[in-house]
């Protein structure tokens, strides 16, 4: 099992105050990569998990959040722990690698000693690693959430993301982002994909047949080892339904318990849920169909440093934008789990050597586009950050621009997990606004919205993320609003958590029968018209030099 003596090995050897004008010099002498890529093997199999990685090629920022509320059973518990909680939690010393890896504390001095995380061609050394250690024990797994929310990944409609995805050689993947490429490219590029692209929970919307296979064995270690696909079951509400007409979703848990029964009727000694449903779904999921041993979660972006164990079931959590690969080692014996250890692997792109095929990959795909992407159009006076139950400040960069560019009283941007950190004083590229805006639907609308029907807006995201029941959360975070403040109790019920909405401007309240102009993107709505948000940003960000966003202004109570 694993032991606090193994989580702690790493800590121990990541761990420092960071004195004045510490430089990343000597950041890279403190760690080593063989520190980092330090475990323990055990057992006949390993699992090797990513997830979420939002298209990013390269090392980036990406700062955690501090706010993340768990509601009803979820209250209190991982991954609802941020901050010096979540430090204490784990034993974590402060001003530590991992204190900069895994929270937001200190973030800004800590992300200038540290520098960036991911970065494929780093992720496939230590890929790379394990693979020698651990030769035909090993299965990669990819969570999904993979092809999409770059320049490159939008322009090449994926192609960029499933050649160096290929390159990794994963042996199974899930999906979410991936599918608002739409249909038809979705079946392109699974056509050719070369590893199975599961979800057991797709289904031809007319006929109710698979649209995917569910399940595929490997053999691993002598020991057989069921994967099930589980896709995100929400995507054609949280986003477009019009680019996949032809597919239904859900959770489906009784079909996830066929599956899983089938799987150990056919011999599985091991069964894995490679699953795109968010932790805390996955948390009930797994309290409820019995017989799976792992579920490696994702879309939620939670980073985990210890398995999380719900009965018999291990949840694995590998965070989001490439920082992180999880290693599980297990001992099988007699169809059953006997032992396993686990470790959270920090990708630190200063101290993990780059492999060589992956970086001359990466850099033949960006090379056309490098001049364009590296343009600096301003600079930020503030810390750019976008994770965060109700408000982050790059978003508020960008209801600053939706008020100014197109002129509304009102500005919604969407609660979105992905995007890029940038520290004070430093430029802002026009790559940058695409990692937070390169989606498929990115018309910036603006139109009348009654104060009515904006209250309703706000409650039906509230109860998306603070439903009761994991199964009705879609785990993103609150919408993010400019030109407005509000009052939010988490703990009411539905419908009626909203109240003290404000109109900035005037400072007087938001009236139910009165229109205001509201602007906004990403509408699920097909047909939505208006310049892409990329522009909107950038023409925003070029006209004020030197950007500070306006703070959201949300109460929060009951938390």
């Given at each position: 099992?694993?032991s606090?003596?193994d989580?702690l090995q790493?800590a121990?050897?990541?761990a420092?105050?960071?004195p004045?004008g510490?430089t990343?010099a000597?950041?890279?002498q403190?760690?080593?990569?063989?520190d980092?890529?330090?475990?323990?093997?055990?057992?006949?199999v390993?699992?090797?998990?990513?997830?979420?990685?939002?298209?990013?090629?390269?090392?980036?920022?990406f700062?955690?959040p501090?706010?993340?509320?768990g509601v009803?059973?979820?209250r209190?518990?991982?991954p609802?722990v941020t901050g010096?909680?979540?430090?204490?939690?784990?034993?974590?010393?402060?001003a530590?690698?991992?204190a900069?890896?895994?929270?937001?504390?200190?973030?800004?001095?800590?992300?200038?000693?540290?520098g960036r995380?991911?970065?494929?061609?780093?992720?496939?050394?230590?890929?790379?690693?394990i693979?020698?250690?651990?030769?035909?024990?090993?299965?990669f797994?990819?969570?999904?959430?993979?092809?999409?929310?770059?320049?490159?990944?939008?322009v090449?409609?994926g192609q960029?993301?499933?050649d160096?995805?290929?390159?990794?050689k994963?042996?199974?993947?899930?999906g979410?982002?991936?599918?608002?490429?739409?249909t038809e490219?979705?079946k392109?590029?699974?056509d050719g994909?070369g590893?199975p692209f599961?979800g057991q929970?797709?289904?031809?919307?007319?006929?109710n047949?698979p649209?995917?296979?569910?399940t595929?064995?490997f053999?691993r270690?002598?020991?057989?080892v069921?994967?099930?696909?589980?896709?995100f079951?929400?995507t054609?509400?949280?986003?477009?339904?019009?680019?996949?007409?032809?597919?239904?979703?859900?959770?489906?848990?009784e079909d996830?318990?066929?599956?899983v029964?089938k799987?150990?009727?056919?011999?599985?000694?091991l069964?894995v849920l490679?699953?795109?449903?968010?932790f805390d779904?996955?948390r009930?999921l797994?309290?409820?169909v019995?017989?799976?041993?792992v579920?490696?979660?994702?879309h939620?972006h939670?980073?985990?440093?210890?398995?999380v164990k719900?009965?018999?079931?291990?949840?694995i959590?590998s965070g989001?934008h490439?920082?992180?690969?999880?290693?599980?080692d297990?001992?099988?014996r007699?169809?059953?789990?006997k032992?396993?250890r686990?470790?959270?692997?920090?990708i630190?792109s200063?101290?993990?050597a780059p492999q060589?095929?992956?970086?001359a990959?990466i850099q033949?795909i960006?090379a056309p586009h490098?001049t364009?992407?590296s343009?600096?159009?301003?600079r930020?006076?503030?810390l750019?950050?976008?994770?965060?139950?109700f408000?982050?400040?790059?978003d508020?960069?960008?209801?600053?621009?939706?008020?100014?560019?197109?002129?509304?009283?009102?500005a919604?941007?969407?609660?979105?997990?992905?995007?890029?950190?940038?520290l004070?004083g430093?430029?802002?590229?026009?790559?940058?606004?695409?990692n937070?805006t390169?989606?498929?639907?990115?018309?910036a609308?603006?139109?009348p919205m009654?104060g009515?029907r904006l209250?309703?807006?706000?409650?039906?995201?509230?109860?998306?993320?603070?439903n009761?029941?994991?199964y009705?959360?879609?785990g993103?975070?609150?919408v993010?609003?400019g030109?407005?403040?509000?009052a939010?109790?988490?703990?009411?019920?539905?419908g009626?958590?909203?109240s003290?909405?404000t109109l900035?401007r005037t400072g007087?309240p938001?009236?139910?029968?009165?229109s205001?102009t509201v602007?906004?993107?990403?509408?699920?709505n097909?047909?939505?018209?208006g310049?892409?948000?990329?522009?909107?940003?950038?023409s925003h960000?070029?006209?004020?030099?030197?950007?500070?966003?306006?703070?959201?202004q949300?109460?929060?109570?009951g938390?």
């Amino acid at each position: 099992m694993t032991s606090r003596r193994d989580f702690l090995q790493i800590a121990a050897a990541t761990a420092a105050l960071v004195p004045t004008g510490w430089t990343r010099a000597f950041a890279q002498q403190r760690l080593t990569q063989d520190d980092l890529l330090a475990f323990e093997p055990m057992g006949n199999v390993t699992l090797v998990h990513l997830t979420d990685i939002h298209a990013q090629l390269r090392p980036v920022l990406f700062r955690e959040p501090s706010t993340n509320l768990g509601v009803g059973e979820a209250r209190g518990q991982v991954p609802h722990v941020t901050g010096r909680p979540y430090l204490d939690l784990y034993g974590i010393p402060g001003a530590s690698a991992l204190a900069y890896a895994l929270t937001p504390e200190d973030y800004v001095a800590l992300a200038r000693s540290y520098g960036r995380m991911g970065g494929l061609d780093r992720v496939a050394t230590v890929l790379d690693a394990i693979r020698a250690e651990r030769g035909d024990k090993v299965l990669f797994l990819d969570g999904g959430d993979t092809w999409q929310n770059s320049y490159t990944s939008l322009v090449s409609k994926g192609q960029d993301m499933v050649d160096c995805m290929a390159l990794l050689k994963p042996d199974a993947m899930t999906g979410h982002w991936e599918f608002t490429l739409g249909t038809e490219r979705v079946k392109e590029i699974v056509d050719g994909l070369g590893c199975p692209f599961l979800g057991q929970n797709v289904r031809d919307a007319e006929w109710n047949e698979p649209a995917f296979e569910a399940t595929k064995m490997f053999e691993r270690g002598g020991a057989k080892v069921a994967v099930i696909g589980q896709a995100f079951p929400y995507t054609p509400i949280a986003n477009p339904r019009w680019m996949i007409p032809d597919w239904s979703f859900g959770i489906r848990e009784e079909d996830v318990q066929a599956s899983v029964d089938k799987a150990r009727k056919d011999g599985a000694d091991l069964v894995v849920l490679l699953s795109h449903n968010g932790f805390d779904v996955d948390r009930k999921l797994a309290s409820r169909v019995k017989g799976i041993d792992v579920v490696l979660t994702g879309h939620t972006h939670d980073a985990l440093p210890q398995a999380v164990k719900v009965g018999n079931t291990l949840l694995i959590a590998s965070g989001s934008h490439g920082k992180f690969l999880t290693r599980v080692d297990l001992d099988l014996r007699d169809g059953a789990v006997k032992g396993y250890r686990s470790k959270l692997i920090p990708i630190f792109s200063d101290v993990i050597a780059p492999q060589k095929a992956m970086a001359a990959k990466i850099q033949a795909i960006r090379a056309p586009h490098e001049t364009m992407l590296s343009q600096e159009l301003g600079r930020t006076e503030a810390l750019l950050y976008r994770r965060g139950n109700f408000n982050g400040t790059l978003d508020d960069m960008i209801c600053d621009a939706l008020l100014s560019e197109r002129e509304a009283e009102i500005a919604l941007s969407p609660g979105f997990r992905w995007g890029t950190t940038l520290l004070p004083g430093q430029p802002i590229t026009r790559e940058d606004v695409y990692n937070a805006t390169a989606i498929t639907y990115p018309a910036a609308y603006r139109m009348p919205m009654t104060g009515a029907r904006l209250k309703e807006v706000l409650e039906d995201v509230a109860d998306n993320l603070f439903n009761a029941d994991p199964y009705y959360q879609q785990g993103g975070d609150m919408v993010r609003v400019g030109g407005v403040s509000y009052a939010i109790d988490v703990a009411r019920p539905a419908g009626s958590r909203i109240s003290d909405l404000t109109l900035l401007r005037t400072g007087k309240p938001i009236e139910a029968g009165t229109s205001y102009t509201v602007a906004g993107w990403a509408s699920v709505n097909e047909g939505t018209e208006g310049p892409p948000i990329w522009d909107v940003v950038a023409s925003h960000i070029k006209a004020k030099g030197t950007v500070n966003p306006t703070p959201a202004q949300v109460t929060v109570r009951g938390a």
